[in-house]
């Protein structure tokens, strides 16, 4: 996982990025550290703003528990 010690610039803050997904900045931290996953409405989201399709994303997301692997693509993605 990447672990940001201080707050990134440009378009990949968590406000930056909740601005463009339309939700708040609180929501895209807990994906960050893999604390919530998105509703499939928020992967779609997703879809529009990264390109990243929702059956892809549906790959990362565990059976039950939680996880790391979608935080980890999720920052790989926000990063292009």
Known sequence: ??????????????????????????????IRHG??????ELMRRINEVFGWKVVHQLEFLPDKGRNMRYADEFERRIRK
């Open 35 to 40: 604390q919530r996953y998105p509703s499939r």
């Open 1 to 30: 996982m990447f672990h940001v010690e201080q707050q990134p610039t440009g378009d990949i803050t968590n406000v930056g990025i909740a601005e463009r997904l339309g939700v708040d900045h609180s929501t895209v931290s807990r």
